[in-house]
């Protein structure tokens, strides 16, 4: 990636996404993909649940979603976020059936931290989780 | 578990964490048990693999460590915690080789909400990462 | 506040507001609220600053609006919020002049936690800090 | 401060600390302060309270507090924190009398980010809230 792509087609952004095995064992995808707004897509799968009495996926899978799709919201207009540097996440419904999608938004580029939003939905559209993350950028 | 339960003994313990099929494929142990501190023990395994290049965990794991840990110190000593309300997390090191050992303890026990924190360090004993959940209980 | 009540005034929430003396010492004010968002504002004084040599005002009084303001925007649309269970916020840009104008908006209600969320502007409009409270409810 | 300087002494970190206007409004004082651990101390004074009911102080008051000494945990062992990039605050209790004791420890000095926790105790010694500040360094 140069300093000077501003944008990242999706069919690119979801090969570096899947180049994570964790990712891959997710079967993540870019639904869309743009400067201001990315969607992820997540499909279910039975070893994600952490309640079975009530089939709920674990917070800790929500949590995955909400970091890596707040750092590919900054991949897709062009900050080059290195790493995760803190996660913050709110559960607002369990999550029981797939797909989830994650859509994230940037909330500020800095030289040193950037910062991007994410908010998970369910099949129904109803908000099951959200959070941000703060990246490593530059150095 | 009853109310008057203070201590769980970590067989028992880890009886539980296992119903939770994201756990059993995370192949989670308890290591040990007290009112005052867990250990949980979690095994190296390809899959969860975020950066490919140096071979590091992916941040969602560790977050999903630093969840379930304070909620299993809740449980321990006998504080039912029903769900986690929120999670914050921050990333010190990558994770590069297991066992992973998370360490929780109760911060503080509310009568609607319970805090709990974690600390996930590696084989050489480094911190990786930590972090707290706020957890809902009673009510 | 009754539980029927889905909107106050804007007069009448910065009554409520002001009996906290530590809003009246930064003199806050509604600016604006319906059931969606609500806007406060804060003057500047030179008491909050925190760093002299470029005069730029405290993270904890930033902290403070964000705080604040969540727990006002569930008031305003009749979340009866009784106080603030835990506050996150990410610091974007120095603050140093004012006003400044926190606009919150309510993310989830739910039972026993409630989520909202603030961005503090300065006059510029440029985004200077935002973060999220959650709040107990009910209970 | 030069990069060799490992510790601070009291008296000189307590001078930087009152050079923040809102530090000395608040009257900061420097109770102890080691490589190992920074104790900061801050009376009551009637302008910080929030509930006039209950005579509690703002949650923003104790957001403060724990901003401010996890970066003086860093200053007194010898890390250069430039700003917070973030905060998170767990709300444990009410705090209404002083005066309270803000007592802060390094979680890991990072190239980037270096991070430090702190818990806030009233006169009894109660925990009345805790939380951590993720700090920019370097660069």
Redesign the interface.
Request: aromatic residues 6%; negative net charge.
């Given at each position: 990636m140069t300093d000077t792509a501003k944008e990242i087609d999706p069919a690119r952004l979801e090969q570096m996404l899947r180049?994570?095995?964790?990712?891959a064992?997710l079967d993540l995808r870019i639904k869309s993909a743009t400067a201001d707004r990315i969607e992820i897509e997540m499909p279910w799968r039975?070893?994600?649940?952490?309640?079975?009495m009530i089939g709920s996926?674990?917070?800790?899978?929500l949590?995955?979603?909400i970091?890596?799709t707040g750092l590919y919201a900054l991949n897709a207009q062009g900050t080059q976020a290195k790493?995760?540097?803190?996660?913050?996440?709110?559960?607002?419904r369990?999550a029981t059936s797939g797909p989830l999608i994650a859509t994230g938004q940037v909330?500020?580029v800095?030289?040193?931290?950037s910062?991007a939003e994410t908010r998970v939905t369910g099949p129904d559209g109803k908000?099951l989780a959200?959070?941000?993350g703060?990246y490593?950028c530059?150095?």
């Open positions: 180049i994570a095995p964790f990712h064992w039975e070893e994600i649940i952490s309640n079975p996926a674990h917070g800790g899978v949590a995955t979603l970091d890596l790493a995760t540097a803190d996660l913050r996440v709110d559960f607002h369990p909330v500020k800095g030289r040193q931290i910062v908000l959200s959070g941000r703060a490593v530059g150095g």
